[in-house]
């Protein structure tokens, strides 16, 4: 059984910096590009930023390009997303998933998925 565990979110400040890691278990994750997306409220779920397989190669929308970075570890079985500079725009619930295809900025293209952790952003 595929499991994606976030973990990370919270309460910060406008400028501030978070970290979100996502754990996979239940899949090759080296096998797997990972994304992260984000819902806010009366809001779609949108694409924030992706990693390929390797971690070689990056991917990030343009709200939050030169602000979040992602990366893994993939020993670990984990990815993460390093947030700085943060907005009450960003404020969301910030979800990973998981992809064995190569569009990586397409909700449908991820097969599995976590339950998400909440980041708010005061001003």
């Known amino acids: 059984q595929v499991q994606l565990v976030e973990s990370g979110g919270g309460l910060v400040e406008t400028g501030g910096s978070l970290r979100l890691s996502c754990v996979a278990s239940?899949?090759?994750?080296?096998?797997?590009?990972m994304g992260w997306f984000r819902q806010a409220p009366g809001k779609e779920r949108e694409f924030v930023a992706a990693?390929?397989?390797?971690?070689?190669?990056?991917f990030s929308s343009a709200s939050v390009e030169g602000r979040f970075t992602s990366s893994r570890d993939n020993a670990k079985n984990t990815v993460y997303l390093q947030m700085n500079s943060l907005k009450p725009e960003d404020t969301a619930v910030y979800y990973c998933?998981?992809?064995?295809?190569?569009?990586?900025?397409?909700?449908?293209?991820?097969?599995?998925w976590g339950q998400g952790t909440q980041v708010t952003v005061s001003s």
């Open positions: 998933a998981a992809t064995r295809l190569y569009t990586y900025v397409t909700l449908s293209e991820y097969e599995y």
């Open positions: 239940g899949l090759t994750f080296s096998s797997y590009g």
């Open positions: 990693i390929s397989r390797t971690g070689d190669t990056t």
